[in-house]
C-alpha cells in the first residue's frame, strides 16, 4: 500500500467527524428551538432559491445567506431559527443575524428539522 493513502484516511476521517460534530444539536438545543418555533419564531431556510423550491421545513422563509436581508425579519425581539443543508450557512447566518442584534437559534441541517418536530410532539 502506498505510504499516502494511510494518512489521506485519516485525515478525511478527521474531516467527516469534525463536520459530523458540528451538526449536531442536543436534545436541549432541540427542545429550545422547537419552543421557539411555538412562541412565534421565524424559521429561516438560509440555502439557495432552488434548493428552497425542491423541499424545506413547513413554515420557514427563504432567504440565501448570500443574500441575508436582517430588515425582512421584522422585529429584533422575535427569536429567529435557522436552517440549510449541512449546518455550515445555517451558522454563518446565525452569526450575520446576531451582529444585526437578533437572537437566533441555529437549526444547523434540515434533516435536524424532524428532531424538533419529535420535540413538539
Not at 411555538?38 to 423550491?53: H, I
Request: aromatic fraction near 6%; glycine fraction near 10%.
Amino acid at each position: 500500500m502506498d505510504s499516502w493513502i494511510v494518512p489521506l484516511v485519516i485525515v478525511l476521517t478527521l474531516l467527516l467527524a469534525w463536520k459530523f460534530a458540528g451538526s449536531y444539536r442536543s436534545p436541549k438545543q432541540l427542545q429550545a428551538i422547537a419552543e421557539a418555533l411555538r412562541g412565534g419564531a421565524s424559521l429561516v431556510d438560509v440555502r439557495t432559491e432552488m434548493e428552497f423550491a425542491s423541499g424545506h421545513l413547513p413554515g420557514a422563509i427563504n432567504m440565501p445567506v448570500g443574500s441575508l436581508q436582517p430588515g425582512r425579519l421584522g422585529d429584533k425581539g422575535t427569536p429567529v431559527v435557522v436552517y440549510c443543508a449541512s449546518g455550515s450557512r445555517s451558522a454563518h447566518a446565525a452569526r450575520t443575524l446576531r451582529k444585526a442584534g437578533f437572537t437566533v437559534l441555529d437549526l444547523g441541517p434540515m434533516l435536524n428539522g424532524s428532531k424538533v418536530q419529535q420535540q413538539a410532539s
